[in-house]
Structures are given as structure tokens and as C-alpha cells.
């Protein structure tokens, strides 16, 4: 079975342009995750999706993050415009509708914004 | 005060050590509690859960205090192949999604 794939693995550009950062889920989980790790510091969550819907998205960082998921199926992270401080690690995981706290991640778009 | 506070190590142990690592978490509303693992530059997995009544599986063994709001990982045996960083992580629904993760704290184990 494939795992959550997430692209690109690697992202250079410069402040102010736009990055969209793609994450195809494991098949079936209606679940899907967005976590940033910042360097330095620990992981933190961004938003979770319920199929198409977005559930929760109490940890995005303000407007110039958009998540969308259209079809329940992979999502997109788009960043714009891309700030310094906005260079990490971005994470998707997905799970499985009652599985609790059992994520599987992918290994991550690392972002770096000059 | 970081939601979920831990030793970030690095504990550097010789093969066939036990190594313990603990992790305090400041919202005593947490419901549950897992131990995930992340390999040098990867992706995280879930290591394990961590059950009131404290829970085994082959050499690692979970505890919870939720009275004093700790949570430990016990190793025994310890492999090369356990050097990783283990992250403590919460979440504040019975759910478990939002996950809350410590920083980590790294284990290099050498022979």
C-alpha cells in the first residue's frame, strides 16, 4: 500500500513569491493533516481536513496560508506571499476514521524562503 | 510554559543499555497520549500508544501519570537501530487529532 507522498520534497524561493505544496493521502483516509516544523522547534498542527472538509484549522498562521482538498482526495498548501519566518518542514499525514492519534505522515516539503 | 516539555538529549548509550525518557504536558484536559518516533530527516511514526495502566510492547514500555500530568518511555535492551529522536505527543480530544508534539529527544546508540 502507498503511503502519504507529498511534493515537492524541496522548495527554494524567494519572499514575496507563491509555493504550492501537494499531499496525496493514503487511499481511503478520510483524514488529512497539515503540520509545519519550523527550525528549532517542534512540530506544530495547521489544519485538519474531514474529506473535504476542513475540521479544524485553528493552527494555520494567518491568510497568506490556503489549504484546500477538492474531491476529498489529495490537498494543496498554497503560501502567498512567502514570508522568511515561513521556511520549515511541512508535513502531511493521514488517518483512518477512528484510529485514534494513529497519523501517517509523509516526509515532508521542506520550504526555504531567502 | 511549552504544551509538551521534554529532555531533548542527546542521550548517547552503549547496545544493551536502558535509557528512560520523560515528558511533561501543561493541559490537564489532555486525552490521550502516544510516543511517536522520527529518523534522521524523515517522517515521524507512531511508536506507541500510552494507556493509563501503562503498556508494553517488546522492549519499550509506556507509563502515564495524568495526576502529575508525565508521561515516560522505558527502553530495554537498547539497538542501534532505536537512534532516533522519540517525540511525546497529546491530544486534547478523544478524537486524537490536532496532535500536540514535544520537541523531542534524541537517542544515539552506539556498539
Not at chain 1, 497568506?64 to 511541512?90: I, M, N
Not at chain 1, 508535513?91 to 477512528?98: D, I, L, R, V, Y
Not at chain 2, 501543561?26 to 524523515?42: M, T, V
Not at chain 2, 500530568?69 to 487529532?97: E, F, H, M, P, W
Amino acid at each position: 500500500e502507498a503511503g502519504v507522498t507529498q511534493f515537492p520534497s524541496h522548495s527554494v524561493i524567494e519572499k514575496g513569491q507563491t509555493v504550492t505544496l501537494r499531499c496525496d493521502p493514503i487511499s481511503g483516509h478520510d483524514n488529512l493533516y497539515w503540520y509545519r516544523r519550523v527550525m528549532g522547534k517542534e512540530i506544530k498542527f495547521l489544519l485538519h481536513f474531514v474529506k473535504e472538509s476542513k475540521q479544524d484549522e485553528s493552527g494555520m498562521p494567518n491568510n497568506r496560508f490556503l489549504a484546500e482538498r477538492t474531491g476529498g482526495t489529495y490537498s494543496t498548501l498554497k503560501v502567498q506571499p512567502a514570508e522568511l519566518e515561513d521556511s520549515g518542514v511541512y508535513f502531511c499525514a493521514s488517518s483512518h476514521s477512528g484510529r485514534t492519534g494513529e497519523l501517517f505522515f509523509g516526509e515532508g516539503s521542506r520550504l526555504t524562503v531567502l | 510554559r511549552k504544551e509538551v516539555e521534554q529532555d531533548p538529549g542527546p542521550f548517547n548509550v552503549p547496545e544493551g543499555a536502558t535509557v528512560a525518557f520523560n515528558c511533561t504536558y501543561s493541559n490537564s484536559a489532555s486525552q490521550s497520549f502516544f510516543w511517536y518516533r522520527q529518523d534522521c530527516r524523515k517522517e515521524p511514526k507512531l511508536l506507541m500508544s500510552v494507556y493509563s495502566s501503562g503498556n508494553e510492547d517488546g522492549r519499550f514500555t509506556a507509563q502515564l501519570n495524568r495526576a502529575s500530568q508525565y508521561i515516560s518511555l522505558l527502553i530495554r535492551d537498547s539497538k542501534l537501530s532505536d537512534s532516533a529522536t522519540y517525540l511525546c505527543v497529546v491530544t486534547l480530544n478523544q478524537a486524537g487529532t490536532a496532535l500536540i508534539f514535544g520537541k523531542g529527544t534524541t537517542l544515539s546508540v552506539s556498539s
